[in-house]
């Protein structure tokens, strides 16, 4: 987040977007200091496998995200 910081003050970004399960705890906090909101690129994609990292990334990013986008359609 240090290195993208300047960047988001600088292009004055309205929203942070996220691929995947890429979410941080230290970045998110920091994104919620600067106000922005979040957009979850892939959100919903699922393994259903809790003892994957990743699933639990995937799992707290969209609860975080303040947009989710598919793919395609959710049913």
């Known amino acids: 987040m240090e290195r993208i910081e300047p960047v988001l003050a600088q ?3 309205d929203w942070v977007v996220v691929y995947g399960d890429v979410i941080r705890p230290r970045n998110e906090s920091r994104r919620r ?3 922005l909101p979040l957009a979850h690129v892939e ?3 699922r393994s ?3 003892s994957m990292p990743e699933e ?3 799992l707290v990013t969209d609860r975080l995200a303040d947009l ?3 793919r395609r359609a959710m049913r």
């Open 11 to 13: 292009e004055d970004a």
């Open 33 to 35: 200091e600067l106000g």
């Open 68 to 70: 989710l986008l598919t």
């Open 56 to 58: 639990i990334n995937r």
């Open 48 to 50: 259903y496998d809790r």
């Open 43 to 45: 959100a919903g994609l």
